[in-house]
Nanobody, 121 residues
Framework: QVRLVESGGGLVQPGGSLRLSCAASGTIFSIYAMSWYRQAPGKQRELVAAITRGGSTNYVDSVKGRFTISRDNAKNTVYLQMNSLKPEDTAVYYC???????????????WGQGTQVTVSS
């Protein structure tokens, strides 16, 4: 059974930093792309950052230069380092194991339960 558990959220002042972690179990972590999404109250869930199994990354424009996604395959963990946080970064942040097609078989995506990030003075 695939399980994704996020941690590291909390309350931080504007300009501060947080590092989110997402620990995966029940999956061969290294072969999947992983992503971080967020959902603010009253808004749709949006992709924040993604990392391929080869380590290539991409980011939504609003976080470029402030957030960094990384992965440690030995620890089955993906991270999101968030610096220079702004009130508009306030949201529930979710980790996602992306779906994959491999040798004609489709492997579904999985979501974590989310961790709250609040940026406020």
């Amino acid at each position: 059974q695939v399980r994704l558990v996020e941690s590291g959220g909390g309350l931080v002042q504007p300009g501060g930093s947080l590092r989110l972690s997402c620990a995966a179990s029940g999956t061969i972590f290294s072969i999947y792309a992983m992503s971080w999404y967020r959902q603010a109250p009253g808004k749709q869930r949006e992709l924040v950052a993604a990392i391929t199994r080869g380590g290539s990354t991409n980011y939504v424009d609003s976080v470029k230069g402030r957030f960094t996604i990384s992965r440690d395959n030995a620890k089955n963990t993906v991270y999101l380092q968030m610096n220079s946080l702004k009130p508009e970064d306030t949201a529930v942040y979710y980790c996602k194991r992306e779906s994959m097609v491999y040798e004609g078989l489709w492997y579904r995506d999985y979501w974590g339960q989310g961790t709250q990030v609040t940026v406020s003075s």
